[in-house]
């Protein structure tokens, strides 16, 4: 059974995510607090495979070379975003008000997230389905029990759109079309904050209801 395990990293808490089964893991997000990340996968005794990433605003990638290099593992994102993890400018770091984080730079991803397809990495399988409005490349995770939606949904909020390339009408359709098709029991694991599920924020969610 896949397990997930919520490490929030850095100033806002952006919320890293470590996907096991027994001994391998997907690491989603690596935002910031690269040693605190590295203590959890050793604690849990699991081996990286890869790093997914939601979306590529700097709060979300600012330990992603820092893991790669320490696992040798590649690192996945929609296309639509691959030029934001070079450009402090699209990431959003060069407006960042946190010292540590104020030019965020990776290096280029290995490989594609393409909407839609199903990827086996290791010995975990989930589907990529594209959840823009946050940011246009933003896209959610679908496991067995749960999803994992970055930005797009939030315990009783979604994310904002305010920021640049923000849509609030492709949001609000994201989630209704990508998540709240999903089952009401299944959990879902937001960017920021505790996690929740389809059944209560289509019930409850204030921009919804
Ligand atoms: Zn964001």
Known sequence: MTQIKQIPTGAIQENCYIIYND???LIVDPGDDAPLI???ISDLDVTPKAI????AHYDHIGAVDTIRKTY??????DPIEADWLTDPTLNLSGLARHDDMNNVITAPAEFDLNHYDTYTIGDMTFKVVPTPGHSPGSVSFIFDDFVVCG????S???GRTDLP?????ALLTSIQEELFTLPDDMYAYPGHGPKTTIGKEKTTNPFFN
């Open 38 to 40: 590295q203590q959890v």
């Open 72 to 77: 040798q593992i590649p690192v996945y994102i």
């Open 151 to 154: 930005d797009a949904l939030f």
């Open 156 to 158: 009783g909020s979604v």
């Open 23 to 25: 001994h391998s893991a």
């Open 165 to 169: 390339f923000g849509d609030s009408k």
């Open 52 to 55: 997914i990433i939601t979306h």
